[in-house]
């Protein structure tokens, strides 16, 4: 079966050694704190943010209490579906935690993509499943009740971070922002999920107990 190439770090595992080499000699490693400001809506597409670690919010606007569009985790292009379609991003990035950045070189990663067809079919199928992405987050939070949302949210950390058993790396009035719903409704749900036994939770830590359940709400929530 083909490989679908659903992550940014995916597509760059295609570069041979030299076109890796010839990338990262002309790139830049940033790092940005929690809360700070990594690209504001407007700003000229020079450059690839390649996100190492971390997440990021992706906004309307770079006030940080906007609802977000989308989360972006370890191994995504940040704003990809803007940098070969217009001029200037479209939408704002902010650091959710502390995050370590790839600045590529736009000119250099465009050279690649037009000597390596392996690499531009991956990004091909990349950018389709990023808009894909841009949809279904949408989608999912525009039609869910508050338990619905944060289920989603929850099933979303739990896949992205690739276990049962995760630390929150946002405060619950964060978590309240991204879903577009109070703190209080936040603070009913979790207890609400403990009670059912759909999870476990200490502090931040959280553990997804009924995996299968807590999607089943956040698809018909």
Known sequence: MEQIHDSGKRCLSILSSEESEELYSKSNSL?????????????????????????????????????????????????????FSTAQYRFSARALTNCSIELLDKETFTKLLKANSTLSMAFIQYISWVNEGFLNWQMKLKEKNSAGALAFLLSEFQ??????????????KEMARIIGFSKESVLKNLA??????????????????????????????
């Open 31 to 83: 790092n940005f704190e929690a809360g700070e400001l990594i690209i504001k809506k407007g700003t000229p597409v020079n450059n690839i943010y390649f996100l190492k670690s971390g997440i990021v919010e992706l906004s309307l606007n770079e006030a940080p209490h906007h609802q977000i569009l989308n989360l972006l985790f370890d191994g995504e292009f940040i704003g990809i579906n803007c940098v």
């Open 159 to 172: 896949h992205n971070l690739d276990s049962n058993t995760f630390e929150i790396p946002v405060t619950r």
């Open 192 to 221: 609400d999920f403990r009670k059912e036994g759909l999870i476990d939770s200490n502090g931040k830590s959280i553990t997804i107990i009924d995996a299968l359940r807590l999607e089943e709400i956040a698809k018909y929530g």
